[in-house]
């Protein structure tokens, strides 16, 4: 059976979770794991699960997600992280909208267990979500990792971003072209191994760098629109 979706799975260093993340994946969704330099076997052990993997040497969480992108061939592509905080059974429900043509980017809002995202990421989220709305009016509570749209459509949204300013990007992008966004509650369980971004004072730094470089960019976009209207 061919795949209704595509889904990508950004991997760096993932081995603990690969098994429990694939064999949880639903019946016509193909996970694509793209390895982006793991040196724990991460890659052997998701080709041994019988996944497609892809190789994507270049550091950052945008350049594996882009990667993925351009390998997928199903109508609709799906991204999730693959360190077990999200769960492949509630991809149906989030890519519904989709395939049923009443959303053109749907996210995954999570709802987190105890634990499972620091103070700083709670409120780095809801401010985020304020600039979104304020920047191009898209109303969203979660810049979340879980999220699907139509493949053709994802390629002419020119996300540009190849590390973490990658979601917030293409939520933007959606935004100020007028996409229709919806927003479904998704279970966010404590990861299996430590993040790469809030994880470590390094990773912080650059999200929060590259994320502002996407909020300046976009507010620019926006001026430019009401300037031409």
């Not at 935004?175 to 971004?197: F, M, N, Q, T």
Request: aromatic share 4%.
């Amino acid at each position: 059976m061919l795949p209704v979706v595509d889904v990508v799975l950004p991997v760096l260093d993932e081995r603990d979770a690969i098994p429990w993340v694939l064999e949880r994946m639903p019946e016509g969704y193909r996970p694509i794991v793209v390895d982006n330099g793991s040196t724990d076997g991460s890659a052997e052990v998701a080709a041994g699960l019988g996944a497609r993997v892809v190789a994507e040497p270049r550091r950052g969480f945008g350049a594996a997600c882009f990667a993925g992108l351009s390998a997928a061939t199903a109508p609709v592509v799906a991204f999730m992280d693959c360190d077990a905080s999200l769960d492949p059974a509630d991809l149906p429900a989030v890519c519904a909208p989709v395939l049923a043509g009443e959303a053109d980017l749907a996210l995954g809002a999570r709802q987190a267990d105890d634990g499972a995202m620091p103070l700083h990421g709670r409120l780095a989220n809801r401010y985020l979500a304020r600039q979104v709305e304020r920047t191009c009016g898209a109303r969203v509570t979660d810049i979340g990792p879980m999220r699907a749209a139509r493949r053709e459509a994802l390629l002419k949204l020119g996300t540009a971003d190849r590390r973490s300013g990658w979601p917030l990007e293409m939520v933007l992008r959606a935004g100020l072209d007028g996409w229709r966004i919806a927003e479904l509650p998704v279970p966010y369980r404590p990861r299996v191994g430590r993040s790469k971004v809030t994880g470590t004072v390094g990773g912080t730094l650059r999200a929060v760098k590259d994320m502002r470089a996407q909020l300046a960019r976009a507010r620019a976009a926006a001026r430019a629109n009401r300037s031409d209207a």
